[in-house]
């Protein structure tokens, strides 16, 4: 059976964060993912970022993808892309089935002397009559089309949802000459930042507050050829009689994300239920380690929020794996913890962050008190 | 219909892979290789991977990076590809799956 | 807040959250408008401005600050704004016109002399306006900087142009 010091699990900002520093320290890192290109979704991100100045803010999110592949090389990680992790076992034992679905796929088994998963997370559906119809897609999906392989997903958008991703995807739908012809939203306000809303107005895109989609119409193609809004009352029922039609021949739904938990259960890694950071979430601690000894998380799999915050509790997972391997002592880990943990505070204030501070105390206080110290698998 | 993203300020758009031929349901469309199979196919219009095992809905892309099989096809007699998530390779026999289809 | 129910700003809700420069410094040329006005963790303008003319601070949600004195107009800021929401408005471009440069990233990027729709920040055509400047070196990181003289009532509401599809 293969070795190896770490094992990381998906190649997003937080899993490649979580290898480099590993990787520095001098541990032996295997990092997988079953993409067929690394980085998650940083190089569908061509936007500026928002964040500190002294660290990447204002760099658009494929160019900070480009740096951490490179800083990955650097710092000697091997990656292995198109392999997926199907089964976690007692030992810390690692079965990843590895090729293309067109191909002859391979099974490998390792032992890895500590995981860290970062598995990211997935876009929620919404439902309504004909939401399976093609033409309905998940907004990061149109995302990956526009921005990644440079194909668009149809050229008359309709986009459900106003959050930051509903309104960064319709900007950039625009910039990649689709028309996105409304923006629908539930809530009786915008979700997203307001500077992102600007762009979309000024540009003059209608946005329809309480609002939402109950239907998606289905042409002779067995597309989607329209879809029918309605308004809704304080209960988000649609009210009857206020339907409008608006043709489109694309609905991308930006209902926010829910963290993808399959190898964290797997992992027997003890969750907590956490309505902000998008359903259920391992339990970890300020090393991100979570319930079971030696296995630790990082990313939007910890609880949905942004790049910045995935690539710092990245860095933590990687500095706590080397030090669980002694290749950092405690006195240092404790120290470049500490720093870290400055600048993700700093990334959750003002009041879209401040939620998710909270919530963040909450679950460290949680783990503290259900669980202090991990458990050996053992 | 061609639905490729010529011009933007911020990409280069440019394709690293030759252009090739596929067939799709016996019908030969031009593609980049090493693209997803996917963009191909709706750079060609075709938005319909396939169809469901009980109601014979059809199904297209969805979330475009492999978790959700909605835009599984059968790629060169092989059922259940994920086409978001597979290069094309010149030569490709593409077809739209039904049901659980058996492939070939 | 009008803002978080409509999408757009007022230029009366504009000026209650953020210190715009007053009549004095407008008649002495370009100067920056910040329309930023929610506590987002973002502080690139800062280290843009090369006279030091923005302030955020720590920590960095705080709201940037314009001190109007310092600020030369220059435009740096407008490109290395993530959420482009910073203009170089110079309201004494010429007797009856004034400038709006703003952040333009549609393709095609227009051209010096070209004749655009100009727009307020509803989307709305206000007048015509003329391209007069378009800066896109490599520092600005594919945000171009476009430049369009419009008649002075609009220096106010004019943000952007249309984008031609």
């Given at each position: ?148 392989n440079h194909v668009k997903p149809g050229k008359k958008i309709v986009m459900l949802g106003t959050g930051n991703v509903g309104l960064i ?210 | ?104 | ?165």
């Amino acid at each position: 059976m293969l070795q190896r010091d770490v094992l990381v699990i998906g190649a997003g900002p937080a899993g490649l964060a979580a290898s480099i520093e590993a990787g520095k320290a001098g541990a032996d890192v295997l990092l997988v993912d079953l993409n067929m290109q690394p980085g998650g979704q940083l190089f569908k991100q061509i936007h500026k970022f928002f964040g500190s100045s002294a660290h990447r803010s204002g760099t658009r999110g494929y160019d900070i993808g480009k740096q951490l592949l490179k800083e990955a090389e650097e710092a000697g990680v091997e990656i292995w892309m198109q392999s997926t992790v199907i089964g976690i076992f007692p030992g810390n034992k690692i079965g990843i089935e590895k090729g293309l679905d067109n191909g002859d796929k391979e099974i490998i088994t390792l032992q890895a002397k500590k995981i860290i998963i970062a598995t990211g997370a997935s876009e929620n559906a919404i439902r309504f009559e004909g939401w399976t119809t093609p033409g309905v897609m998940g907004a990061g999906a149109a995302q990956t089309m526009i921005n990644v392989n440079h194909v668009k997903p149809g050229k008359k958008i309709v986009m459900l949802g106003t959050g930051n991703v509903g309104l960064i995807v319709s900007y950039q739908l625009m910039q990649a000459g689709c028309d996105v012809v409304a923006l629908v939203e539930a809530a009786p306000k915008i979700g997203g930042y307001a500077v992102h809303a600007a762009k979309i107005r000024r540009a003059g895109v209608p946005i329809y507050l309480c609002h939402t989609i109950i239907e998606a119409i289905k042409g002779e193609d067995g597309c989607v050829c329209g879809c029918v809004i309605a308004k809704v009352d304080d209960k988000f029922q649609p009210i009857p009689g206020t339907e409008e039609t608006i043709e489109c021949d694309t609905i991308t739904l930006a209902a926010g994300l829910k963290p993808t938990m399959d190898l964290v259960k797997l992992a027997d890694c003890k969750l907590t239920f956490n309505g902000p950071f998008g359903g259920y979430i391992p339990l970890h601690n300020e090393k991100m380690e979570t319930s079971r000894e030696g296995v630790f998380v990082a990313g939007d799999t910890t609880g949905v929020e942004e790049a910045n915050t995935a690539l710092e509790e990245g860095k933590i997972a990687g500095i706590s794996a080397a030090e669980e391997l002694g290749l950092i002592s405690s006195e240092n880990a404790d120290l470049m913890r500490a720093e870290i943990w400055k600048r993700l505070d700093a990334l959750r204030l003002g009041p879209f962050g401040e939620r998710r501070m909270m919530e963040k105390e909450h679950i460290l206080k949680e783990y503290r008190e259900i669980i202090g110290t991990p458990i050996s698998a053992e | 219909m061609c639905l490729r993203v010529e011009n933007h300020v911020i990409l280069d758009c440019g394709h690293t892979g030759p252009l090739v031929e596929v067939t799709v349901d016996g019908k030969t469309i031009q593609a980049y290789e090493g693209e997803p199979i996917l963009a191909s196919l709706l750079n060609a219009g075709i938005k319909i991977n396939r169809y469901t095992v009980k109601r014979k809905e059809p199904r297209g892309l969805f979330c475009g990076i492999g978790q959700c099989t909605d835009c599984a096809m059968v790629v060169d007699g092989k059922p259940n590809v994920r086409t978001c998530i597979t290069p094309i390779k010149a030569g490709m026999v593409i077809k739209t799956q039904n049901g659980l289809s058996k492939g070939e | 807040m009008a803002l978080i129910n409509t999408g757009y700003l007022e230029y009366e809700e504009l000026s209650a959250i953020q210190k715009l420069p007053d009549q004095d410094r407008f008649a002495k040329g370009p100067v920056a408008i910040i329309e930023c006005v929610q506590e987002i963790p973002c502080n690139p303008c800062e280290a843009a401005c090369p006279v030091g003319a923005i302030h955020v601070g720590e920590p960095i949600t705080n709201l940037p600050t314009l001190h109007g004195e310092k600020c030369t107009g220059c435009g740096m800021c407008v490109s290395r704004c993530p959420g482009l929401a910073i203009v170089i408005v110079n309201k004494v471009y010429s007797d009856t016109t004034a400038t709006v440069s703003f952040p333009f990233e549609y393709f095609p990027i227009p051209v010096v002399g070209e004749e655009r729709n100009a727009m307020n920040r509803k989307g709305e055509i206000l007048c015509k306006g003329k391209i007069v400047k378009v800066m896109n070196p490599a520092a600005f990181d594919h945000t171009p900087v476009v430049t369009v003289e419009i008649p002075k009532e609009f220096a106010d509401e004019v943000r952007t142009i249309e984008r031609i599809r």
